[in-house]
């Protein structure tokens, strides 16, 4: 299914194949594309660039497409690494986290640093910190192909050294 071309976010990079390889959901997903390309959001004289997750419903283009600023995506796939990063020795904890310290890390982004860190303001915690370290554990298969690839991508591009 190509990616609409006639809408506000304007493709210029596209996967138009999505649904294929869409984790868990690959090859019934409604996530059908994903695009790189000029926001939706730009006013006159300010262009923007942003990514897409496209998701058809079967009869029409969803509203519930994702449109996000690319610099967002890159600091949700920093939240990743360091929740996945945290989880791989949460286990000397009794409850997966330090009670007395429940931040992971402070990530220096800008000037500032972004706070990463448990939600202990939820009432569900103890429950739902589980929940999410077996799930995180149940796709570990499917995030560290990923997460490999990436790695790989940014040694090329010059981000990293090979070990």
């Known amino acids: 299914m190509k990616i609409p071309t006639s809408l506000k976010h304007k493709p210029v990079v596209v996967v138009e194949n999505y649904e294929n390889v869409d984790g868990r959901q690959a ?3 409604d996530a059908k594309g994903l695009s790189l390309g000029l926001a939706q959001w730009n006013d006159r004289g300010k262009v923007d660039i942003s990514a897409k ?24 796939a920093i939240l990743i690494c360091k929740g996945k990063q945290h989880f791989q020795d949460a286990y000397r904890y ?11 890390d402070r990530v220096g982004l800008q000037g500032d640093a972004m706070t990463v860190e448990i939600d202990t303001d939820n009432p569900m915690i103890d429950e739902d910190i589980k929940l999410f370290s077996e799930a995180l554990s149940r796709d570990d ?9 990436l790695a790989n991508l940014l040694i090329e591009m010059g981000y990293g050294h090979r070990r």
């Open 94 to 104: 009794p409850k997966l986290y330090d009670e007395n310290n429940t931040v992971i």
């Open 141 to 149: 298969e499917l995030m560290a192909e990923r997460l490999h690839v």
């Open 27 to 29: 090859y019934k997903s």
């Open 53 to 76: 997750v496209w998701r058809y419903t079967g009869e029409k283009w969803s509203r519930q497409s994702e449109e996000l600023p690319m610099h967002r995506i890159i600091d949700m």
